[in-house]
């Protein structure tokens, strides 16, 4: 069975500041792994996706994460946060083949204080 | 591009009544899925389509929730009869194959009295 675990409920971080929000995995075979961002009273949006190859992933809105295999972890950063990042983040994981059913996280409240 | 549309936003209904949920994808994702997602949790999926036929259904409660694709584009979900336990917001998402990234539509907060 494949989990992911977000291990905060919630991050503050000072707007102008690094941010991270952190995700651990655990499947039988190769993860994809994803970030999804929720505003409040919207779907979820897509961020970023890792699939393959580098380990550092770019994706919208400045944000990245790095893939870290010996430590099973995803995590979600951004060097200089702003006020508008403030959400609930979810990390998702699914394995590369055969299952086609995407496991997400309990998700993140993201704070940025001005 | 118009993103994933469902319909209604909001729904409140006593325990035992029924209710539908409608979702239209967005246009030309073959695969669809409705997920349920209670208040502090992460979506939980409870069904998922490519074009009409289901995929993988092994977290639909099968005895109250019904969902069909019929013509491979809309879709609708059902829960026939509701229990308290069904209050969340019931998302809808899409994409062009179950290998790619699924888009969600706004959801549909259901409050079950």
């Known amino acids: 069975a494949q989990s992911v675990a977000q291990p905060e409920d919630q991050v503050n971080v000072a707007e102008g500041n690094p941010l991270t929000v952190k995700c651990t995995y655990s499947?039988?075979?190769?993860?994809?792994l994803f970030w999804y961002v929720q505003y409040p009273n919207r779907g979820l949006q897509f961020l970023l996706k890792?699939?393959?190859?580098?380990?550092l992933v770019k994706g919208s809105y400045g944000f990245e994460a790095e893939f870290n295999k010996s430590q099973t972890s995803f995590h979600l950063k951004k060097p200089s946060a702003l006020v508008s990042d403030s959400a609930l983040y979810f990390c998702?994981?699914?394995?590369?083949?055969?299952?086609?059913?995407?496991?997400f996280g309990k998700g993140t409240k993201l704070s940025v204080i001005p | 591009e118009a993103g994933v549309a469902q319909s209604p936003r909001y729904k409140i209904i006593e325990k035992r009544q029924s209710v539908a949920f409608w979702c239209n994808p967005i246009?030309?994702?073959?695969?669809l899925y409705w997920y349920q997602q209670i208040l502090g949790q992460g979506p939980k999926l409870l069904i998922q389509?490519?074009?009409?036929?289901?995929?993988?259904d092994s977290q639909l409660p099968k005895d109250r929730f019904s969902a069909e694709r019929l013509k491979g584009v809309d879709s609708t979900l059902k829960i026939q009869p509701a229990k308290l336990e069904d209050s969340a917001v019931y998302l809808c998402?899409?994409?062009?194959?179950?290998?790619?990234?699924?888009?969600f539509g706004p959801g549909t907060r259901l409050t079950v009295l």
């Open positions: 998402a899409s994409s062009l194959s179950s290998l790619n990234e699924q888009f």
């Open positions: 499947v039988s075979g190769n993860p994809y």
């Open positions: 890792y699939i393959t190859g580098d380990n």
């Open positions: 998702a994981v699914r394995i590369g083949a055969g299952s086609y059913q995407l496991t």
């Open positions: 246009s030309g994702h073959a695969t």
């Open positions: 389509f490519q074009n009409n036929g289901v995929v993988d």
